[in-house]
DNA sequence: GTCTATGCAAAAGGTTTGCATGGAG
DNA sequence: CTCCATGCAAACCTTTTGCATAGAC
């Protein structure tokens, strides 16, 4: 599903007021690698980024890419991507909302669950140790029923 | 906290097994690693123990402390730290009660925190659609006030 | 004695930085 | 016309690897 067309123009005022607040400037490269980020789905790292607007409309350094995507983080627009041990993946935080995922082990199916007594209660945690929060993970990984039943089955 | 005695011989002893089952050698450099990774509290880099490891008894190479840590996660002594942006970060498995992180995005300062709340939740969740739970993963994700005081006075 | 482990140094992989030049405001 | 941004290449950092030698079994 792509993004919508008003994501996009809300995603491009707020990169152009946070760079008009602390006077930087608005660059083809930042408006060009804004587009494509929106356009990508899922998680992404640098080198993907780096790919892609070369692909799309011509050079840009790897540099500029790595430091764009900082800008992008710093306004909101984009945030690290949970679970990825190591590498610096990004995904993008506009129009997401925290959502907590449930999934089997075995066969992989997912489901989504959302507790707000959860975000209640990490609410509180980060409170009394002195964090503001950004995003949280939160995952159960189990066995589903069916998996459970042909296990069960095969042991015979 | 210091660790008790029985885990560390505990600890020695799967280690042992887990040498001896894949006809890989017990060496000094191995059991001295070992030793000091149970004597460190809290979360530790590979650079964090080569520095330990010296202090306390002399040379050892930076590859030996790398291939020694994974030997040590491998065999359940060690496991890696969830979700720690950058660095390879290692916690001790071994005699610790379950617990969740909290840690923050910008200086990677980690703390934990247990809710028996929380588990209740889950295994709620879990029983509702049909899941056993295996296990899980419970991080959140913020800013300390050391970093959100940092990062508001570079703004002015 | 055999075969794995270690140390060293070089390589690798990802990210950051210094500097001269290009371009936004 | 003033600074900030860019590109390039080199620097950086952490982790991995190749190889000769040390050492466990």
Do not use: N, W
């Not at 669950?113 to 209660?121: C, H, N, S, T």
């Amino acid at each position: 599903m792509p993004i919508e067309a008003a994501d996009m123009d809300e995603a491009t005022e707020r990169l152009r007021c946070f760079l008009r607040d602390r006077r930087l400037r608005v660059t083809a490269e930042r408006l060009a690698l804004l587009q494509v980020v929106l356009r990508t789905e899922g998680h992404f790292d640098a080198d993907k980024m780096v790919a892609r607007v070369r692909r799309g409309r011509g050079k840009v350094s790897r540099a500029t890419i790595y430091r764009t995507l900082g800008l992008l983080e710093r306004c909101g627009i984009l945030r690290r991507s949970p679970r990825t041990y190591g590498r610096g993946l990004y995904e993008t935080a506009l129009g997401r909302r925290p959502h907590d995922h449930i999934f089997c082990a075995k066969c992989g199916r997912i489901e989504e669950f959302y507790e707000e007594r959860v975000e209640r209660i990490q609410r509180s945690i980060a409170r009394r140790l002195g964090y503001r929060i950004l995003e949280h993970v939160h995952e159960i990984v189990g066995l589903c029923r069916e998996c459970r039943r042909a296990a069960g089955a095969a042991e015979r």
